[in-house]
């Protein structure tokens, strides 16, 4: 179990540039979610996958953002069309569905729009 | 209806000491109040988590507080480290296990 695995760790783009980062979960894991989080808040939910089913998408995610799991295993989210407000960390979590549900966390990427 | 709110915003504790972070929430949905850590640089990692069908859970040094009528809970840390020092989210979710997590507490614990 190396945990979730999350790359590239960091990214910097320019306005109007697509952008894609990948999500590797714990293996035995059916659940992923994306998160996104700005300094000094809390993370913000995005969308979640259980298996290769997107099942939740945020009213705040705009169209620009895609996201899959095409396999049930690991995850690309892709943004499109970069926007300096689009700067943040972006966190992937998995867990194994169930009563003692846990989400898992990996480190991260940090992507800056300049 | 999907707010959590966290207080305090920072926290100073003395090595030793008790560090008390409180959330309140909204969504009477809800019914899995889990608490993470943050270092710098890394994602949340869980620490504790609480169903509302128990007022209290106690692992090790961190204990939780349920109040479900004030719809409220909180985070006690007993005999603090410095170690300890780190941003403190509380969150909240229903059946999806979709977390709306609260704004956060940087606890600092002095030697």
């Known amino acids: 179990d190396t945990g979730v695995s999350q790359d590239p760790r960091h990214k910097i783009t320019k306005r109007g540039q697509n952008v894609t980062f990948r999500c590797d979960p714990i293996s035995e894991h059916n659940r992923l979610y994306w998160y996104r989080q700005t300094l000094g808040q809390g993370p913000e939910f995005l969308t979640y996958?259980?298996?290769?089913?997107?099942?939740?998408k945020s009213r705040l995610l705009s169209d620009r953002f895609s996201a899959e799991r095409p396999k049930g295993s690991f995850s690309t989210l892709e943004i499109q069309r970069t926007e300096q407000g689009d700067s943040a960390m972006y966190l992937c979590a998995s867990s194994l569905q169930g009563i003692d549900e846990k989400l898992f966390f990996g480190s991260g990427t940090q992507l800056s729009v300049l | 209806q999907q707010q959590v709110k966290q207080s305090p915003q920072s926290l100073i504790v003395q090595k030793g000491g008790i560090s008390i972070i409180n959330c309140a929430y909204e969504?009477?949905?809800?019914?899995?109040f889990p608490w993470y850590q943050q270092f710098p640089g890394k994602g949340p990692a869980l620490l504790i988590a609480?169903?509302?069908?128990?007022s209290e859970k106690k692992e090790g040094r961190f204990t939780i507080s349920f109040n479900k009528s004030a719809k409220q809970f909180s985070l006690h840390i007993m005999d603090s480290q410095p170690g300890d020092s780190a941003t403190y989210f509380c969150a909240a979710s229903g059946s999806a296990r979709q977390l709306t997590f609260g704004s956060g507490t940087q606890l600092t614990v002095l030697p």
């Open positions: 969504n009477t949905a809800f019914d899995y």
């Open positions: 996958f259980q298996n290769e089913a997107q099942l939740e």
């Open positions: 609480i169903r509302p069908d128990v």
